[in-house]
């Protein structure tokens, strides 16, 4: 029956893109799916299921992935010029604005049906909070963007205006404040006029509203944590007072719309691993990690066996490269992210894909209290939960996403400071300035993240510099040696606007390339 539902849902998804897409009117019709058929309901599972597809595709994959230094092309397979020069244009990798801009009609589209029809008012507030969660991606990869009229086409606003990146950032606070209120306005109201999303209809909490609260505050920490220290600084010391009472999600949001082995897959192994027949896709045939990361869990910078063990298969000896060095570039051995038992990134074909973790919420808590904000446990408590989150979710199995018997995170955490004495990056009390426990938990933050999470690692990156790179070696730098950058890290620092976007509308900034016009946040704008 589930496989039908899924069927059922793209379905009503393709209709709501081309409806969306120009903001038509749609003419009621018995026999077919209109504008008063697809309600919130229908809409909600798909467009969450495409969100998070296309984070991993188009924001970790296909970019930050590179960038960050988690993955390279092996032997065997030729291209990625862009990817080697970082010599980024209007046609690279544009499917993060344009499928993300997708999304965001479809989500606009649930919140306008919800204020016409109060019975969907839990829905229009999960879309008010998702909404945010995608413009903080445009946000953070391109700078700029239009929000205040940016889903305005059914008003005949065709060529709507940018507004300055640092001012979207405080509207989606404000908006996340709003729908916090919404939710909870309305919560007394389910039953009684007000209808309740359940796990279908609702697939990321299953209508818990008070997830849905704390899971907006979780963004909203991320949000002002980035922003601290901008020109927005005063906005973002009152908004870390006014966070909801509910407090903060501390588990990974894990999102599950009906993933199976037959026709709708977990989007992890649809990328990484294989389509449903089987067809390997290029990164498992192909693609290897970095010799950087890898330093990270073989003892070079840290000595992480356990996890190195849960990312990659046949660790210690898993091969590694860098990014744009082709010459004596060593093969993949095939579904190189793939580990036994289940574990690790993928778990299984039908297995939840994670929206967000709960390692972030706690490295991002830890960063709060190092910066005097204390909302909810000390520096190095948070900071150490951090670890065992990312330790459990590597560890958790199969679609169950079970615990195997006998796997304690917490003890593997503990056994892994102690491996890791007297090195501040794991062992908190030995970081003896703000700025090596600012690094500490940046660079845990970036472990956890590895493939998972590319572009909060790439934005991590930019914002603060960590983890640390220096020098040409493969080992100490995950920069191309090809690097076209004519800034002294030798990276990218944005993306450019799409070609079709700077065609259609007057109003898009003329970005000249991906080293210059830095995001408000970026930490060195050299």
């Known amino acids: 029956m589930k496989k039908y539902l899924i069927k059922i849902k793209f379905l009503v998804l393709a209709l709501v893109l081309v409806f969306n897409s120009c903001d038509l009117d749609i003419n009621d019709n018995p026999n077919s799916a209109t504008g008063s058929v697809i309600t919130p309901d229908l809409i909600l599972p798909v467009v969450v299921a495409t969100t998070i597809y296309d984070q991993i595709a188009y924001y970790g994959y296909s970019t930050s992935a590179y960038i960050v230094g988690y993955q390279t092309p092996g032997d065997g397979i030729s291209g990625f010029g862009d990817v080697y020069t970082y010599n980024f244009t209007a046609s690279f990798a544009t499917g993060a604005w344009i499928y993300t801009f997708g999304e965001l009609r479809d989500y606009n589209t649930i919140i306008k049906k ?27 990869y391109y700078g700029d963007v239009p929000y205040t009229e940016g889903l305005s086409g059914g008003a005949g606003i065709i060529s709507p205006v940018y507004d300055k990146a640092e001012d979207v950032y405080k509207y989606l606070v404000t908006e ?65 007072q006014k966070f909801s009472a509910e407090g903060f999600l501390k588990d990974d949001v894990l999102v599950n719309p009906g993933y199976n082995a037959s026709n709708s897959q977990n989007p992890y192994w649809t990328i990484y691993h294989s389509a449903v027949s089987g067809t390997i896709t290029q990164p498992a ?40 060095n082709e ?14 038992d289940s574990k690790g990134i993928f778990k299984s074909r039908a297995a939840a894909a994670p929206l967000a973790f709960a390692s972030e919420v706690y490295f991002l808590l830890a960063e709060a209290a190092l910066n005097g904000n204390v909302l909810d446990g000390d520096v190095k408590t948070n900071f150490e939960k951090g670890i065992v989150a990312s330790f459990d979710f590597l560890s958790r199995a199969g679609a169950s996403y079970t615990l195997p018997a006998g796997v304690n995170p ?54 603060t510099g960590y983890p640390k790179i220096s020098g040409t070696a493969p080992s100490t730098t995950f920069v191309s040696p090809y690097s ?27 970005i000249v390339n991906a080293y210059s016009s830095p995001v408000f946040w970026v930490k060195d704008k050299n």
């Open 114 to 140: 919800s204020e016409a029809d109060p019975s969907y008012a839990i829905f229009g507030a999960i879309a008010h909070v998702l909404k945010v969660y995608d413009y903080q991606l445009l946000v953070d």
């Open 176 to 240: 996340l404040n709003t729908a916090i209120t919404q939710f909870k306005d309305n919560a007394g109201k389910i039953g009684a006029g007000v209808i309740a999303p359940n796990s279908i209809s609702d697939p990321v909490f299953a209508g818990n509203i008070t997830k849905w609260i704390q899971f907006a505050n979780n963004i909203k920490l991320r949000l002002l944590t980035r922003a601290r220290g901008t020109a927005i600084n005063d906005f973002v010391t009152e908004e870390f």
């Open 285 to 324: 045939n192909y693609f290897i990690p970095t010799i950087y990361v890898l330093t990270f869990y073989d003892g070079t910078k840290l000595d992480d066996s356990v996890r190195g063990e849960l990312v990659y298969k046949d660790f210690p000896d898993t091969p590694g490269w860098q990014l744009g």
């Open 327 to 340: 010459l004596g570039r060593p093969r993949s051995p095939r579904y190189i992210w793939e580990v036994p």
């Open 410 to 463: 917490e003890s593997d955490v503990q056994d892994y400071i102690a491996n890791n004495a007297g090195n501040y990056l794991a062992d908190f009390d030995a970081a003896t300035t703000d700025e090596q426990k600012l690094e500490a938990i940046i660079t845990q933050k970036y472990i956890a993240f590895n493939i998972l999470y590319s572009h909060e690692a790439w934005n991590e990156f930019r914002r």
């Open 484 to 510: 076209q950058s004519e800034r002294t890290d030798k990276l990218p620092i944005r993306l450019i606007y799409p070609q079709t976007e700077i065609n259609l509308n007057a109003n898009t900034p003329r």
